[in-house]
Every structure is written in C-alpha cells, then in structure tokens.
C-alpha cells in the first residue's frame, strides 16, 4: 500500500463514532490493532501507534509498504460459536440504553456467564469488556470475541 | 466535585457525544462512548482500550466537559510539506 492510500483508507475508519478498533495486516498476517484512534500517527508514510500511558512513546512503527489491508473489527466474522464484533456491539449497545433498563446477560463460549444487573455493571471498550462483581468479588475482563449470547435476564415466576 | 454536582454535570451532556473529565491532578479522562462507563456511589469506572480498568471519584474531578469528537486530519499527514 502506497502512502496516499494508506492514509485515505485510514482516515475515515479513524473518524468513525463510535469508533471500531482497526486490524492492520501484513502479507503473512495481522501486524497490529489500532484501538484508540488519538494514539494513531501517520506522517510520510509511516503509521504510528502511542503509548496508553507514556506519552508519545510509540509502541508500534509500521510502514505503508508493510501494509496489505486495513480491516475494520466490525467487518471480522465471528468466532465459531461466538456472536461477530458487529453483533455483539448492537445487542449490547441496545440493553446498555434501554429505558427502563432490563437486567442482561452476557454469556461466553467458555461457560462463563455475567449478568448486569444494573446499568454499566457490565463496561465495553471495542474489543474489551469489564464486568463488575458484587462488592468483594473484584472484576473480570473479557474479549468481546469470546461472547455466545446477550440476552435480556427473564424474571423467573413464584410458584 | 460533589457527587450532586458530579450527576448533574454528567447528566447533561447528550449521550453520544465525548466526556473530557478534568481532574484536580491535572490528569485527564477522555470517554469516547458512554457504554465505557459505570458511575455508581460517587465512583466513575472505567474500561480502556486494552480492557484495563479504572476509576476516579466524583470529589476529584474539577470539570467534566463536552466536545465534539475532532477530526483526525490534522495527525495524518501523508507526506512533510502536506501533499500526498
């Protein structure tokens, strides 16, 4: 990829709200993921991927002509068993506003299964996830990758 | 900041739009999306990129501020003079 078109592919992806995390790949593969589109530089042809917390300490360097595609999560298939970036992000997004909001579950393709109970107990950020346990319990990352369902939690009848 | 204050500040900021939060520290909190978020007893949670997770209380945010997200044009430059 030259670096004209490296950099009119890259910037409307960038631009996007909410943003979609960006795989970069090579000939042989994924080279690295943009997730955060303010910590991305392009300057003559040469991207550059920040530090989260080091300032302007670049943790990636990948030159144009390294670059064979740009390839946005949400255009990604889903993992087998496992809903796609896009499918995840529109249930989840659609349950996160809801109004009132309804207690959901998210399950993953390991078993595991975490239930909001209360709006943001479960916190997204592109390809991560967070659920936050009951007091004392702590939390647990998740990759939204790894999710099978989302589902509104059916209140359960008294006998 | 009071937790009052801190809702209310909050509150009012249409729900697409990007959160700066301004801490007294001088550090800044920048939220892209509102789904990264989870306010609860005066405490802000927040999940990064990466998936870590953070948080800062109410009482030590000074400003919480809205903006519009700004282009990206000006941190792609093709080439040093401008032109591709």
Request: aromatic share 10%.
């Amino acid at each position: 990829m030259t670096a004209t078109e490296l950099h009119d592919r890259l910037e409307p992806l960038l631009d996007r709200h909410p943003f979609v995390p960006v795989r970069v790949d090579g000939e042989s593969g994924p080279i690295l993921t943009i997730s955060n589109p303010y910590r991305t530089d392009l300057f003559e042809g040469t991207l550059t991927v920040l530090h989260k917390d080091e300032g302007r300490r670049p943790v990636a360097v990948v030159k144009a002509e390294q670059v064979r595609r740009l390839l946005p999560y949400d255009e990604l298939p889903a993992e087998p068993g496992c809903l796609s970036y896009r499918e995840f992000h529109a249930l989840f997004r659609a349950l996160y506003r809801a109004t009132p909001f309804r207690p959901f579950v998210v399950e993953l393709i390991d078993g595991r299964r975490f239930v909001s109970a209360a709006q943001g107990q479960i916190g997204v950020n592109g390809r991560f996830a967070v659920y936050d346990g009951e007091p004392g319990v702590g939390s647990v990352t998740f990759q939204v990758a790894a999710v099978s369902r989302v589902a509104v939690v059916q209140p359960v009848e008294a006998a | 900041m009071t937790p009052d204050l801190f809702d209310r500040a909050f509150d009012a900021i249409p729900v697409d739009d990007v959160i700066v939060f301004e801490l007294h520290s001088g550090f800044r909190v920048v939220v892209f999306d509102r789904q990264e978020l989870r306010i609860a007893d005066g405490l802000c949670r927040y999940v990064e990129e990466d998936g870590e997770k953070s948080y800062f209380d109410a009482t030590s945010v000074a400003r919480i501020l809205q903006r519009d997200r700004p282009p990206m044009s000006d941190r792609l430059r093709p080439s040093a003079n401008g032109k591709h």
